[in-house]
Structure formats: C-alpha cells, structure tokens
T-cell receptor
Framework: QKEVEQDPGPLSVPEGAIVSLNCTYSNSAFQYFMWYRQYSRKGPELLMYTYSSGNKEDGRFTAQVDKSSKYISLFIRDSQPSDSATYLCAMIKIQGAQKLVFGQGTRLTINP | DTAVSQTPKYLVTQMGNDKSIKCEQNLGHDTMYWYKQDSKKFLKIMFSYNNKELIINETVPNRFSPKSPDKAHLNLHINSLELGDSAVYFC????????????????FGPGTRLLVL
C-alpha cells in the first residue's frame, strides 16, 4: 500500500465549476501538506502548503487538511481552462529523513 | 532567468549505455534533489544533497550515482541503462534541510525525458 493515495482521474469538468481534489495518507507522522500543479511537459510547481489540520485560502484555491481522517483536499473555485493540469498532493514528516512523498497526481481538464 | 535548469531536455539512448544528466540552480539553495517520474506520473525521490553532502538515498540501483561538485550543481550518472530506466527525471532545490516552513518549498526543473531503446 502506498503511503499517499490519490485518484489519478482523469477528471473533466466545465469551466466555472468547483473542483475538488483529494488525497488520503496512512502515516500520521506527516505534518506539512502541499499541492503541486504540473502542466504537460513541465516540472511541478508549488501551489499551496498547510501545516497540520485546517484550511488555507489563496485566491480561487482552498487547501484543507483533516489529520484525524488522514485526508487532504484542494478546492478550485470558478475553474478556468488554464487550470487544466495534473495536481499532485505531497506531504512531509518532520522527524527522520525529511523527504516529500507524492501522490500519483490527478489529471484535470477544464472544458470551455 | 531559469531558476532550476537541466540538460539535456531529451535523451534517447540504447540499452547498456552510460549517460549523465546535469542540473544547476541559481536560487542559492542548500538542498538539491533528484526525482523519477514514471509513465503513470508517479513522482518518487531518488537522492537528496545538502551542501554537497548526500542525505537521502532511496532504494535506487547502484547504477545510479549522483555527484554534487558544489551546492549549485547536482548531476546524475546512470550506468548500463535498462529499458525500465525510461522516465522523466526531475531535479529540484529547496532553501534548507531542517524542518520548518521552507522545507517543502521545492523548485523543480523542467525535467529530462529519458528513453532507453
């Protein structure tokens, strides 16, 4: 079983819809939670990060962490065709070898 | 100015060959990484260097050997290439190794697409 599970999709929604992307994880030692966006044939770029449980908002993007359920989400409001990309969740433990562990990524397409 | 650059962008080679991929970052970061992304987009860390010192070495065949001549460069040499090595290899860097709010801010290069025939 992978440490971080993410539905690879693909997910296709109409422009303007609210998008919900999710990851679950198995190790309660994860403390920092990130979302990366990767456009086709590009490297991943950091979208948002949160520490421990709670919500964080940045423009049209909201990241949510529920440590009790080991579940994180990324919401995209008023989705745009330019949001079409693969979204990868990632997380990191504070103790031990501090390495990012990624989910498989969800491929998202926003249709005009 | 490109923050994290990799060369080459594409690499097509025969099985059994030896090849190198180079990475440079101009962000002044202390830590650099190599990741492998397979055909299913699964991104997995291979190595991490902090100030030229190897700190993370995942379960990677010893045909893969990273080298960091200085903290701005991290190269990856692969011996005796196999079909299963075909993937996209990403270099990344981050400001510091210790735990804290900057550790997760990794900046990725554009990737090197390796195809082994």
């Amino acid at each position: 079983q992978k440490e971080v599970e993410q539905d690879p999709g693909p997910l296709s929604v109409p422009e303007g819809a609210i998008v919900s992307l999710n990851c679950t994880y198995s190790n309660s030692a994860f403390q920092y939670f990130m979302w990366y966006r990767q456009y086709s044939r590009k490297g991943p770029e950091l979208l948002m990060y949160t520490y421990s449980s709670g919500n964080k908002e940045d423009g049209r993007f909201t990241a949510q962490v529920d440590k009790s359920s080991k579940y994180i989400s990324l919401f995209i409001r008023d989705s745009q065709p330019s949001d079409s990309a693969t979204y990868l969740c990632a997380m990191i433990k504070i103790q031990g070898a501090q390495k990012l562990v990624f989910g498989q990524g969800t491929r998202l397409t926003i249709n005009p | 100015d490109t923050a994290v650059s990799q060369t080459p962008k594409y690499l097509v080679t025969q099985m059994g060959n030896d090849k190198s991929i180079k990475c440079e970052q101009n962000l002044g970061h202390d830590t650099m990484y190599w990741y492998k992304q397979d055909s299913k987009k699964f991104l997995k860390i291979m190595f991490s260097y902090n100030n030229k010192e190897l700190i993370i070495n995942e379960t990677v065949p010893n045909r893969f050997s990273p080298k960091s001549p200085d903290k701005a460069h991290l190269n990856l040499h692969i011996n005796s290439l196999e079909l299963g090595d075909s993937a996209v290899y990403f270099c990344a860097s981050s400001p510091r190794i210790a735990g804290g709010p900057h550790q997760e801010t990794q900046y990725f290069g554009p990737g090197t697409r390796l195809l082994v025939l």
